[in-house]
């Protein structure tokens, strides 16, 4: 079980050092906003999971304030624009924790982390495509996809793409979203619900031209980064693994999952990573 | 029918034209000299002739009464410049905006002292960019602002908020820093009309670090915008909305847009990209040179989200006659009072940013006041003709200058790329429209 834990917390620590496509969009506006400086939580948009613009600030924001109450762990989550930022509160102020994904941490700064792994969520290649194009041969394996141009952020893992022929454009995800209908970019890796919301918001007439291709292209897993440097952070992270394993056996977790995802969401392969006691 | 809405479109510029037409005065009948005018007709010809630019529009007006209007050369490919094209006039934006936001102001639903947090929530707790010395572990650190940002600071440039573009201006490292922080929020210039809407990107904005305390600098930037979006904050009205019926409407500015309407398209002027050695070629694509991305194509947009307090308007240049003869007047134009004397005397006033001078578009000797650049003295390199002289510009080459003591308003309109090598030939235009005073 220990080596299993070992593992998960190397499969969380890849995820943020290996880049996928940014999701910062809309309004940043968050109660923690008008309260001091400490103990914050740095985080960034990636609908419906973290966003100002669902409710309750989206599910895993809801999840990590459910625990932080229960156990009394003072913290407030702080929605950023800028990756850039939370990587400086996390590294340089010695931020409580940073939640998410994709923060590509320096060594010095992963010496410092306690990962708490938290959901697990496929992501699949998505492609636009005009109504009579039917050119996607995607098989999974990356080598169907050479002579084709990936969309991604910045610091991002590309060099398996590079490898094997594919380009690669850098640009936020609303962007690239614009780049792939002017066929400058095919193909960009995003959750599927992430998808779902961006394009209901942004392209409400074209999202069906925006095409998901199976199989899975991988997965992202969300968690929170605690900081050992932050006074606080080795006991919040002690005491937030123990609430999640409460709340995961209480059914809370379950319950909103299903209040953001629906009532007859599979719960279980979001906690594909989480069967760890 | 299509025949019909042609003859009538045609009808209508007509009409406008001979509107336009018939209210030019004779210069001499308001103490200016004709002989002296045509010197800038001469002036923009031979930049005609030479393909630095390919078209303008220049008026001059005095005593509220214009003594000259007059349009030339090319407003598009195999297309001539008409009085009434339509411009864009980007930076000539933001003293509307500060107008919009002095409306505001007079009718007691903000104060210049007002925090920007007081309306827009995400300006508190704000950060400061500070760089640590060479050979620190890393290179800078973000402090808390000694005081948060005010109206009055979004509307004399003293936010610390900054364009990107101004990386190629002045660059250092702080500025690059700073910039980093916008390029990795996705905030741009807005030159480029983005794909959401001006609270979206403000809320951004606010949570990024600025350049320097607020106060403590002059730094031309994107604080226009966020005025933009406080001004829907406060109104509960799009911004368009509110600038369409407390300005563009009471002031007959009926050909101010921020998106323009379809049947006003074939008046849009091109934008031209000028060597200013006689290379002059129509844009085509979007100009991008460093962080400076330009779009003169959006402004062919009929609709969109984005509404840039600091460069979303098209206009011409009667339309921004009235909207310069409105602060000779004191505050009215035609009978209808948009501002009082006593708000535009605050806007004009020269001493809003203290130390710092404006030096963006001209030299040292200019502040800032609330939405315009102004002449405080005549010991330095840029003259417009008096002290109290305030004016701004746009980044395709446009520019307007008001002198309320000889009460002229100077503007010429071209749609050229790039923007600096046009200073001289503004300069020269200004000097030669004072020089054109005969009384």
Redesign the interface.
């Known amino acids: 079980m220990r080596n299993k834990y070992h593992v998960l917390v190397s499969a969380l620590l890849c995820s943020f050092i290996y880049s996928t496509t940014s999701f910062a969009t809309g309004p940043r506006v968050a109660p923690s906003l008008f309260v001091s400086n400490e103990n914050q939580l740095y985080t960034l948009d990636l609908p419906p999971f973290i966003s100002t613009k669902s409710e309750g600030h989206g599910l895993l924001f809801e999840i990590i304030n459910t625990v932080l109450e229960a156990k009394k762990i003072a913290g407030n989550i702080n929605i950023l624009p800028s990756k850039n930022m939370a990587k400086y509160y996390f590294s340089q102020e010695n931020a409580l924790a940073i939640i998410g994904y994709n923060f590509n941490l320096n060594k010095e700064a992963q010496k410092h982390a306690i990962v708490v792994p938290i959901l697990s969520i496929d992501e699949y290649y998505f492609f636009y495509q005009s109504p009579n194009e039917q050119s996607i041969q995607w098989n999974g394996e990356l080598s169907s996809l050479k002579n084709k141009v990936y969309g991604t952020d910045k610091g991002g893992d590309v060099k398996k793409y590079q490898t094997v022929g594919i380009d690669v454009k850098y640009g936020r995800l609303y962007a690239l979203l614009n780049k792939m209908q002017k066929n400058k970019v095919d193909f960009i890796k995003v959750p599927q619900l992430t998808m779902n919301i961006i394009l209901e918001q942004n392209f409400p007439n074209e999202k069906h031209l925006f095409t998901k291709v199976q199989p899975k292209a991988g997965e992202i897993n969300l968690g929170v980064i605690f900081n050992k440097r932050h006074p606080d952070g080795k006991i919040s992270a002690e005491n937030f693994k123990v609430g999640l394993s409460e709340i995961i056996a209480n059914g809370q977790f379950k319950a909103i999952l299903q209040k953001h995802l629906g009532g007859d969401v599979m719960v279980e392969p979001y906690l594909r990573y989480l069967n760890v006691k | 029918m299509k025949i019909v809405v042609f003859l009538l479109s045609f009808l209508c510029v007509s009409c406008s034209h001979t509107s336009l037409i018939n209210n030019i005065e004779s210069p001499e009948t308001i103490g200016l000299s004709s002989a002296r005018i045509q010197r800038i007709d001469a002036l923009i010809d031979q930049h005609i002739s030479e393909k630095k630019i390919a078209g303008a529009v220049t008026l001059i007006a005095r005593k509220g009464k214009i003594a000259h209007l007059r349009a030339a050369g090319l407003a598009d490919t195999n297309k001539a410049m008409q009085i009434d094209s339509i411009f864009r006039i980007v930076s000539m934006t933001k003293p509307i905006t500060s107008t919009a936001i002095m409306v505001l102001y007079e009718q007691g639903k903000l104060l210049l002292s007002d925090p920007v947090s007081k309306y827009i ?2 300006f ?2 704000q950060k400061v960019v500070e760089m640590l010395p060479p050979g620190s572990n ?1 290179p800078y ?2 402090v ?1 602002v000694k005081r948060e940002v005010t109206i009055h600071d979004l509307l004399t440039h003293q936010s610390g908020i900054l364009y990107l573009a101004s990386t190629g201006w002045f660059p250092n490292e702080k500025r690059e820093q700073v910039v ?2 916008y390029r ?4 741009t210039d807005g030159f480029c009309r983005p ?2 809407s001006i ?2 990107m403000v ?3 606010a ?3 600025l350049y320097a305390q607020p106060g403590e600098t002059w730094e031309y930037g994107l604080s226009v915008d966020v005025l933009g979006y406080l001004i829907e904050v406060i109104s509960g009205q799009k911004f368009d909305q509110f600038v369409q019926s407390e300005i563009f409407d009471p002031l007959k500015m009926h050909d101010s847009h921020f998106y323009i309407p379809k049947n006003k398209l074939n008046r849009l002027a091109a934008d031209w990209n000028s060597d200013w050695k006689g290379s002059l070629e129509r844009v085509t694509k979007p100009l991008i040179d460093g962080d400076l991305a330009l779009c003169p194509n959006d402004a062919y947009e009929l609709s969109g989200k984005y509404l840039s307090g600091g460069a979303s308007v098209l206009s011409t240049a009667y339309d921004y006659f009235r909207f310069a003869q409105m602060f000779l007047n004191n505050g009215e134009l035609d009978g209808v009072r948009l501002l009082s004397r006593k708000t535009v005397e605050l806007m004009t006033a020269t001493n809003h940013i203290g130390k710092h001078d404006a030096t963006l578009l001209h030299s040292h000797g200019w502040k800032f006041g609330l939405g315009f650049a102004i002449q405080q003295d005549r010991s330095h390199n840029v003259d417009s003709g008096d002290i109290g002289v305030y004016e701004w510009a746009g980044y395709y080459s446009t520019r307007f200058s008001i002198n309320p003591k000889e009460q002229t308003v100077t503007i010429f309109l071209s749609q050229t790329s790039p923007f600096g090598a046009h200073f001289g030939l503004w300069d020269k235009i200004t000097a030669l429209s004072t020089s054109a005073i005969a009384d």
Do not use: Q, T
């Open positions: 929530p995400e508190k707790n890393f650190k973000l808390p980093s922080f990795d929020a996705g905030i794909d959401e609270g979206d809320k951004r904005l949570k990024l670090p």
